[in-house]
């Protein structure tokens, strides 16, 4: 069955970097386009970063366009999110998954190809 785990969160100050981690299993990775979605408490979980099959291509969201870089490694069944100049904003739990929609351009987290999500990553940006 498909099994999205991420990993590498935690706490970073204002202005510090954090690299995120989404190790898969269970479908083959280099047929999906990709993506980072986060839930800040209260609020609904929204888009982040998406990245095409061969890496070639990358969307962000505004918030986080210039700061974030969403990236893969296919062979590692493994997609990135290294995320820089870090604001207290960015606090969330960040998931991945496929986006979908049409040629997975929903940034809708309901959307999303696998319906069963992984435990998410807390980032924590605090001073």
């Known amino acids: 069955q498909v099994q999205l785990v991420e990993s590498g969160g935690g706490l970073a100050q204002p202005g510090g970097s954090l690299r995120l981690s989404c190790e898969t299993s269970?479908?083959?990775?280099?047929?999906?386009?990709m993506g980072w979605f986060r839930q800040a408490p209260g609020k609904e979980r929204e888009f982040v970063a998406r990245i095409t099959p061969d890496g070639g291509s990358t969307t962000y969201a505004d918030s986080v366009k210039g700061r974030f870089t969403i990236s893969r490694d296919n062979g590692k069944n493994t997609v990135y999110l290294q995320m820089n100049s870090l604001k207290t904003q960015d606090t969330a739990v960040y998931y991945c998954?496929?986006?979908?929609?049409?040629?997975?351009?929903?940034?809708?987290?309901?959307?999303?190809?696998?319906?069963?999500w992984g435990q998410g990553t807390q980032v924590t940006v605090s001073s």
């Open positions: 269970g479908f083959t990775l280099s047929n999906y386009i």
């Open positions: 998954n496929a986006p979908g929609g049409l040629s997975g351009n929903s940034r809708r987290a309901a959307d999303a190809v696998f319906t069963s």
